[in-house]
């Protein structure tokens, strides 16, 4: 039997920050995901971040669409705010979120099926809008709810589980916040704990909108054509009474490696990852040199991992539209109700 629910006491020892909580109480439901998905390790990196900067839980509000990196803010910050929209929709939501709230800190969770593909819009908008955000993107190149289809992000080139070949270019969602004006830019890899925690508590404490992009490995699409162990080859050699699916159990995939060098991460599947690690004296302060470096090193087959931009002194939307400093629902008669004066100048505008 399997119990999904957390004891609810904590060892007396666990050390607290400087709110008085401990580790613990950033912590949510058990996860449903399979067993050593890269999903669960951003989550950790995130209860961390959050732990480590003494962020009231009830402060944030979560927010996310369709797919398995839409499920994990139930594993993280059980109690904060949170809300699950629709697919490719989250961004929108969050936006008005904000406007009528800017008290919370937002944080967007998505994918690359739900960022890059039927939410593209909706993130190009809120990239170029400046929205008060962290953006989250859990990229693993896959429809994992669906069956590994090849998301966006999947690399030209790159195979499917069935053995099919990729022939679409890919969409690079940090070259493309770049272009569309986002201030903090960054991309991680799941299972460089040491590099993520840091990028995560910048983009909590960045003003404006910052995305990281985190190269998270799907380990449930590994069982590609020819291999004897694949649920294909079973069910061809198995006279079963029904059929069933069996998710195998993974070890989490980690990295560790210092700024400026690059290694190569095998996959569950066997493929490869080259990831290179900004050297220390790469300078995020220049947009158009950070695109050039992506692409530079894009050519060589390399994922360039990172804080590769950030505007310290950037304005988000509500500095864009001179918006009031206080939540809306605590706007008085006064405020919403200005008298016919001001509705009479409104309206000699719009003549």
């Known amino acids: 039997m399997t119990y999904l629910a957390k004891p609810a006491l904590h060892h007396p020892s666990l050390k607290r920050n400087a709110l008085g909580f401990t580790r613990r109480d950033y912590e949510g439901k058990i996860s449903t995901l399979c067993a050593g998905c890269g999903h669960d390790s951003i989550s950790a990196a995130l209860i961390q971040a959050c732990w480590e900067l003494d962020i009231a839980p009830h402060r944030v509000a979560k927010l996310s669409g369709i797919g398995c990196s839409s499920k994990t803010p139930d594993y993280f910050l059980g109690n904060s705010h949170g809300f699950n929209t629709v697919h490719g929709r989250m961004p929108s939501v969050l936006t008005g979120a904000n406007l009528a709230n800017r008290e919370l800190l937002y944080l967007g969770v998505s994918g690359d099926g739900d960022s890059a593909s039927i939410g593209l ?85 960045h003003h404006g909108a910052a995305l990281i992009d985190v190269i998270s490995p799907c380990v449930a699409f590994n069982n590609h054509a020819g291999s004897t162990k694949s649920y294909e080859h079973v069910r061809a050699h198995n006279e079963a009474v029904n059929r069933l699916d069996f998710m195998p159990s993974r070890d989490a995939i980690t990295a560790r490696y210092a700024p400026g060098e690059v290694i190569e991460v095998t ?68 405020e919403l109700c200005p008298g016919a004066a001001a509705l009479a100048a409104i309206n000699a505008e719009l003549v």
């Open 121 to 205: 819009g909706q993130f190009a908008h809120a990239m170029r809008r400046g929205v008060n955000m962290t953006y989250l993107v859990e990229n693993n190149g896959v429809y994992g709810l669906t069956k590994g289809q090849f998301s966006a992000t999947a690399d030209a080139g790159s195979k499917s589980k069935k053995g099919a070949v990729n022939s679409d270019a890919a969409i690079d969602l940090v070259s493309l916040a770049l272009q569309l004006g986002a201030s903090y830019v960054a991309r991680s890899f799941s299972g460089d704990k040491e590099q993520l925690v840091p990028l995560l508590k910048g983009a909590l404490r």
């Open 267 to 334: 996959q569950h599947d066997g493929s490869l990852l080259r990831l290179r690690k900004l050297h220390d004296g790469y300078d995020p302060g220049d947009r158009l040199a950070a695109m050039n470096h992506i692409a530079l090193h894009s050519a060589r087959g390399e994922i360039v991992t990172g804080l590769l931009y950030v505007d310290a002194a950037a304005a988000d939307l509500h500095e864009h539209l001179k918006t009031v400093e206080g939540p809306l629902n605590r706007l008085g008669d006064a």
